[in-house]
């Protein structure tokens, strides 16, 4: 396992990417086409930055990639990829939303990394996993375009089944993937919602939205 480890924390660093992370989202990129040339893309949870280059890459220079976290990313986009802009801002504040929006008002691809700190108790863990990634589901539903994908890392918990069947609901397809490139002894998993359909609209009602 260590050795797995290592060839992609070597491989990220000869490919001049800060976090080996992106391995993940360019497995789920291949088997799933999530992003496309000239898309744009949101990435929350962006720092250290490696998501939102490597989406950059792929949607090209008519594309656009906006990155939130609440630690400053900055890294320098490569050469014919996407204008990036590295946004400082905590995703459960609806202040978010709005700052995002002074950017650009909707995208067609939304992707997330976050996870909260670990404490090593697994039911707390996942618990907090799932907080922020509802939130994420939430802000897909204000600023996702039709027919938009959605990507997530979640922590199974008991919780999980419930958010995957409410994405369902949202998505015209859903899958759970575990990338090769993930730790084998984390219960991390990611999430692929792809043709998003909407909110119910007594959903939409009873939030405002």
Excluded at 39 to 61: H, I, N, Q
Excluded at 89 to 97: G, H, L, N, Q, R
Excluded at 101 to 117: E, K, M, N
Excluded at 153 to 165: I, L, M, S
Aim: one cysteine or more; a positive charge.
């Amino acid at each position: 396992m260590r050795k797995i480890n290592d060839y992609y924390s070597q491989r990220a660093k000869k490919e001049k990417y800060p976090a080996r992370s992106v391995y993940k989202l360019s497995e789920i990129q291949e088997k799933f086409k999530i992003l496309g040339k000239g898309d744009s893309v949101l990435d929350l949870g962006c720092f250290p930055g490696s998501w939102s280059l490597y989406a950059a890459e792929v949607v090209g220079p008519k594309g656009i990639v906006v990155g939130v976290d609440l630690q400053q990313a900055e890294q320098i986009p490569r050469p014919g990829g996407a204008p990036i802009h590295w946004l400082c801002a905590d995703i459960m504040e609806p202040e978010m939303i709005v700052q995002v929006r002074r950017i650009r008002p909707a995208f067609r691809v939304l992707v997330s990394d976050l996870a909260p700190r670990t404490t090593g108790n697994r039911w707390a863990d996942a618990q907090q996993s799932l907080a922020l990634v509802r939130r994420t589901l939430e802000v897909a539903e204000v600023l996702l375009l039709n027919r938009g994908n959605y990507v997530c890392k979640v922590f199974q918990g008991e919780d999980f089944p419930e958010f995957v069947e409410g994405l369902k609901e949202r998505f015209a397809m859903v899958k759970v993937q575990k990338p090769k490139s993930s730790r084998v002894e984390s219960r991390e998993v990611f999430v692929v919602a792809m043709g998003f359909i909407g909110v119910a609209p007594e959903a939409a009602s009873s939030r405002g939205l």
